[in-house]
């Protein structure tokens, strides 16, 4: 016995031109809104801002072109006309107190005492001879870290010495001085300018 065959399936109506480019419109409408952005990825932006950091702090430190003068620093005075270095981390010796860029690092002795003992044995890290300032070494080698900073982001080479402009009082003591240079050289600093006052040439 032979199974009937099921009834044809009713034909659906034909949808118009018109009524299809309207539901194409309306279904790219609808797929044109842009995804939603579930995650944001700071890794690269925070990349980029560390090194724009850099650059700033780098950047931070007062002009070595104006330096004020005071009853506490008077810069020595020179005939040569050399332009000011605008390179480096600015080291201030005035009479009374030794500053980087513009933070304190100590108060200094009277000038008897340091043409004697230089800064004071408690600054020292081994005793009233030793040469090496203890807190302006410290200073020193995260001044250091930074230019190391500012040299890889320019890609240059990391491991050239870093340079400091020395603002010292006409009437420091070289004992202090020597001090201040031996705890540079300690710290991989090994280019110095010395800033002075542009005196008139002699005749």
Do not use: C, W
């Not at 700071?42 to 072109?65: C, N, P, Q, Y």
């Amino acid at each position: 016995m032979t199974a009937a065959a099921p009834p044809p399936a009713p034909r659906q109506p034909r949808a118009s031109v018109a009524a299809y480019k309207a539901a194409l419109r309306t279904a790219t409408r609808r797929n044109a809104a842009e995804p939603e952005i579930n995650f944001l990825n700071i890794t690269a932006m925070l990349d980029i801002m560390t090194i724009i950091l850099v650059f700033l702090l780098k950047s931070l430190g007062e002009s070595s072109a104006s330096i004020p003068q005071s009853d506490d620093l008077t810069l020595p005075v020179t005939t040569r006309n050399t332009p000011p270095s605008e390179e480096g981390v600015v080291i201030t010796i005035s009479k009374t107190l030794l500053m980087v860029d513009d933070k304190q690092v100590l108060t200094l002795p009277s000038r008897d005492s340091q043409v004697q003992s230089g800064v004071g044995a408690r600054h020292k890290r081994k005793g009233p001879n030793d040469l090496y300032i203890a807190p302006l070494g410290g200073i020193l080698q995260q001044a250091r870290k930074l230019d190391q900073a500012v040299r890889d982001a320019k890609k240059l080479d990391r491991n050239a010495p870093s340079e400091a402009i020395i603002v010292a009082d006409a009437s420091t003591p070289f004992r202090t001085l020597s001090e201040v240079l031996f705890t540079l050289g300690q710290s991989e600093f090994g280019q110095f300018h010395l800033m002075v006052m542009q005196g008139k040439p002699e005749q």
